[in-house]
Nanobody, 116 residues
Framework: VQLVVESGGGLVQPGGSLRFSCEVS????????MGWYRQTPGKQREFVAT???????KYAASVKGRCTISVDAHKNTVYLQLNNLEPEDTADYLC??????????WGQGTQVTVSS
């Protein structure tokens, strides 16, 4: 069973919105924060947003103002709402559960394509 599972990707037109989910399938101790990254072929993985266990959020400049990260602790799920999507947002979106000391758990990603 995959520990970290993303969902919510798909094909969307420019200007549209998507909401991604990242569910952690079992309890993980020592979580510092949960976050979203994205990657396109031939490029380095790019930070998108994180939310810490005290609720502090951080966003990449490329998505700030049109992106919201939130968490439902009861469902062990972190969400990413991304609005006003642009073709440049096309990527594989991956969730990271950070437990500190350079350790974390990655999901397998959910693909987003923004195209008319």
């Amino acid at each position: 069973v995959q520990l970290v599972v993303e969902s919510g990707g798909g094909l969307v037109q420019p200007g549209g919105s998507l909401r991604f989910s990242c569910e952690v399938s079992r309890y993980i101790s020592g979580i510092n924060n949960m976050g979203w990254y994205r990657q396109t072929p031939g490029k380095q993985r790019e930070f998108v947003a994180t939310i810490s266990n005290d609720g502090t959020t951080k966003y990449a400049a490329s998505v700030k103002g049109r992106c919201t990260i939130s968490v439902d602790a009861h469902k062990n799920t972190v969400y990413l709402q991304l609005n006003n999507l642009e073709p440049e947002d096309t990527a594989d979106y991956l969730c990271l559960v950070d437990v500190g000391n350079g350790l974390g758990y990655w999901g397998q990603g959910t693909q987003v394509t923004v195209s008319s």
